[in-house]
């Protein structure tokens, strides 16, 4: 009989096929060998499951009731301990370093170690310990095994075609299942501005998130549609479902065919206002996406895919062979290329793990604390700036003396390239990403000392309104709608204006069709959109009298009722 399951549709676009279920949450453990040079990657993602789990203890400890027995406390106390133990940190770490295993297996293996002894012993309390030993090891695992990579997962598997269920998946996993060729994708988790669902939107896998507890409901091969715009899962489908879904799925493709009218008609609205469309590029491959659809240049280029599914840094030459090829693959278009973005939600090998890591170390605070990762990425910008127009952008900007800083080392690395008689423009524009609400609310300093701006929505709507982006039971508030957004949005545009320097937007609300006039109306001139959705946009501008959306976009500013908002957006 067939069923149906309900979570959020994060990556548009209709798929019918097998499934496959990553179960890489079990503790089944499997063992594979590391190279010599990840062994101090492997050893640092132990102590960051170590770490994990000695904060996910403490903060049980502190949420115990006081009516709570006092065993209770000193039951996890003793976990604590064991925790900072050499038997569950330096031991695993030589196991990983003698016998170049992974973490998981060096954690296994120091596990049957200590239960033998444990097993050995006369005394039958002490015996019952080894339940403790187990009980630590779970959690050191389920924190490694969240954090692992799919590699080893689906090595050898054979998914082209079919449905990847997870728990989770990271934008490395993404990437990873992409080149298997997969048709759709479902997590338990997740949310539509997570990087998971943007890189899936920009490889055109449909998606599916906040699918809770899916995976006791579906089976191993079991037949599934995917509705990625409605945010359903189908499962059993019968005859009459699957030829329905079907003509969606060559209807959708007669759409997208139909907007190709659009490709080299410019981007002017019906009363005449020139707006500028660029497109956003996650992956090498969107640059001829970006190209296909005439877009005037590259607005985002995120370059976080650089770092994934690897355990060591980029090198100089790496980088600026990456940026010449897209200078090449681009003809002469403005490239806007963002220094790596890397911590919140993009996860690399080897990097940081917080309790809280959209706060964390993240973006621009995570490279000026890495000097090896980001002087090798900075030089090879400026050096592809001899080959073509390319422009620096700084994500998650959040105090001026970021900005500060990065143009010391920039200007540091000019001389030493000029020193060395190495090519590259002088006058290369640096820009930042207005994505944090202080950066916003002070926009006017960083348009001050700052050739551009562009406003990155994803996070700073997050940010602005409290709500993870990931998290998808607070997704419901995720309102890019809401009026302090709007007024963060109105006023950074403003800054730009009263400095004379553009202000783009990237974030996903600028691809979003439903807010073109509303953006328009605030007076956003330059749009950066996935090329999936760039020609729905055009053909948004060009339908729209600029003039007739400025009341109420304004009015939106000062509109504290949700229904309200919604008929204003809906009037325009
Ligand atoms: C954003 O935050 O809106 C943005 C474009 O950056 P990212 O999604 O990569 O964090
Ligand atoms: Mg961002």
Redesign the pocket.
């Known amino acids: 009989m067939s069923f149906s399951l309900h979570g959020v549709g994060v990556s548009r676009g209709i798929a019918i096929g097998k499934v496959h279920i990553v179960e890489r949450d079990s503790v089944e453990v499997a063992e594979y060998a590391i190279a010599l040079s990840e062994v101090d990657a492997e050893i640092a993602r132990l102590a960051d499951a170590v770490n994990q789990a000695k904060m996910q203890l403490r903060q049980i400890r502190e949420h115990i009731p006081t009516s709570a027995a006092a065993d209770i406390a000193s039951f996890i106390d003793t976990h604590l301990l064991m925790l900072d133990d050499v038997a569950f940190t330096e031991e695993p770490a030589r196991i990983i370093g003698d016998t170049l295993c992974n973490a998981e297996w060096a954690v296994k293996t120091q596990r049957d170690a200590l239960v033998r002894i444990f097993d050995e012993m006369e005394d039958a309390y002490l015996r019952t310990r080894r339940d403790d030993v187990d009980h630590v090891v779970a959690r050191i695992l389920r924190h490694l095994l969240r954090h692992q990579p799919l590699r080893h997962e689906v090595a050898d598997r054979h998914l082209e075609g079919m449905i990847v269920l997870a728990e989770d998946l990271s934008p490395a996993d993404m990437v990873l299942l992409s080149h298997h060729g997969i048709a759709a994708y479902l997590t338990e988790f997740g949310g539509p501005t997570s ?1 998971t669902a ?1 890189l899936a939107r920009s490889l055109d896998i449909p998606g599916v998130a906040g699918l809770h507890r899916a995976r006791r409901y579906v089976q191993e091969n079991e037949m599934l549609i995917v509705d990625g715009d409605a945010g359903v899962v189908i499962g059993e489908p019968d005859e009459r479902t699957l030829a329905s879904y079907r003509a969606r799925q060559a209807a959708r493709l007669e759409f997208l065919n139909s907007l190709a009218d659009l490709v080299d008609v410019e981007s002017v609205s019906d009363d005449g206002i020139t707006v500028n469309l660029e497109g956003n590029v996650e992956l090498p491959s969107d640059f001829q996406a970006v190209a296909a659809v005439n877009a005037l240049g590259i607005g ?1 280029y ?1 370059t976080e895919f650089l770092f994934m599914n690897r355990a060591d840094i980029p090198s100089e030459e790496e980088h600026l062979a990456t940026y010449r090829t897209a200078i090449e693959k681009t003809a002469g278009l403005p490239i806007t290329i963002r220094t790596a ?1 890397i911590g919140g939600d993009k996860e690399i090998e080897g990097g940081p793990i917080a309790a809280n890591p959209a706060l964390g170390l993240r973006g621009i605070r995570y490279c000026l604390r890495e000097p090896s990762l980001f002087r090798p990425q900075l030089r090879a910008i400026l050096r592809a700036s001899a080959d073509g127009p390319v422009r620096m952008m700084l ?1 998650m900007l959040a105090n001026i003396s970021e900005v500060r800083q990065v143009l010391g080392i920039v200007q540091g690395l000019k001389d030493e390239l000029a020193n060395a008689g190495v090519s590259f423009d002088a006058n290369i524009k640096i820009g930042g ?1 207005i ?1 944090v609400p202080a950066a916003a609310t002070c926009a006017d300093f960083f348009a001050r000392e700052l050739d551009f701006l562009s406003i ?4 700073l709507i997050q940010y602005a309104l409290a709500v993870d982006r990931v998290n998808d039971e607070v997704n419901y508030l995720y309102d890019p709608l809401n009026p302090a957004v709007l007024r963060l949005i109105a006023h950074t545009i403003e800054a730009g204006n009263d400095h004379e320097i553009p202000v783009a937007m ?2 996903e609300m600028a691809g979003d069709p439903q807010y073109t006039r509303l953006l328009l109306g605030l007076g956003l001139r330059h749009f950066s959109v996935h090329p999936t959705t760039l020609l729905e946009i055009k053909h948004m501008i060009r339908l729209t009298d600029v003039s007739r959306c400025v009341d109420v976009a304004h009015e939106l500013l000062n509109e504290a009722e949700p229904r309200r908002r919604r008929e204003l957006l809906a009037s325009l």
Not at 456 to 459: I, R
Request: proline share 7%; net charge negative; glycine share 14%.
């Open positions: 990087h943007i985002l995120r973005d994500p990403m994505e990155g929505t994803n996070d990237c974030g």
